[in-house]
């Protein structure tokens, strides 16, 4: 089962804009992590916020943590062609046996 | 630092036949993963070892899929028999003993069973 989920499924913005996008969550988590996917390729790990930061920032990334709301966002400031990838979210669960789940992801397309 | 390396890249192979994939950590990496994802979705988890032991294989269909990850250093997956479904792209990833830092995945297998 898939414990994230991205919304929206599908971002297409013009180069040089911000594209943000959201991903939500069902049980309480150690950290959240956002990950990049090339067409083809395997996953590239960005950012790790964990469950007591609101916030983080890395580079063009910036990474929000609500979890009272149990969402988290990740913006992408001055977008750029090759930026163009899908953005996975996945969850570190808390307690327990700690497991990381992924959700279905955001296919995002920055147009030159 | 060498990556997680994983073969074959490409497999094309007819329904009911078998197949096999390598996969080779992060040196020192505990813990390796095997995810599958199909087309438009995001990886599932089929398989955690931590060293040569199965932690979790909840999401493995042990009547076709086998894997096994001998001296706690690299690892195969196994299909027998494919179906039509498995199509898909096998990736695997390590990570440290505690997941606190993310995974480094490999490239992936895509296998296309026709």
């Known amino acids: 089962s898939q414990q994230g989920e991205e919304d929206p499924q599908a971002l297409s913005i013009q180069e040089g804009e911000n594209a943000t996008m959201n991903c939500s969550y069902k049980?309480?988590?150690?950290?959240l992590q956002w990950y990049r996917q090339n067409s083809g390729r395997g996953l590239v790990h960005l950012i790790l916020i964990r469950s007591n930061e609101r916030e983080k920032h890395s580079g063009r990334l910036r990474v929000t943590l609500d979890t009272s709301k149990k969402s988290s966002s990740l913006l992408i400031t001055a977008s750029r062609a090759a930026d163009t990838a899908s953005y996975f979210c996945?969850?570190?669960?808390?307690?327990?046996?700690?497991?990381?789940?992924f959700g279905i992801g955001t296919k995002l397309q920055v147009i030159p | 630092e060498a990556g997680v390396a994983q073969s074959p890249r490409y497999k094309i192979i007819e329904k009911r036949q078998s197949v096999a994939f390598w996969c080779n950590p992060i040196?020192?990496?505990?813990?390796l993963y095997w995810y599958q994802q199909i087309l438009g979705q995001g990886p599932k988890l089929l398989i955690q070892f931590q060293n040569n032991g199965v932690v979790d294989d909840s999401q493995l269909p042990k009547d076709r899929f086998s894997a096994e990850r001998l001296k706690g250093v690299d690892s195969t997956l196994k299909i027998q028999p494919a179906k039509l479904e498995d199509s898909a792209v096998y990736l695997c990833a390590s990570s440290g003993l505690r997941v606190y830092y993310g995974y480094t995945f490999g490239s992936g297998t895509r296998l296309t069973v026709v």
């Open positions: 049980t309480s988590i150690n950290n």
């Open positions: 996945a969850t570190l669960n808390s307690g327990g046996y700690q497991k990381v789940t």
């Open positions: 040196s020192g990496h505990a813990t």
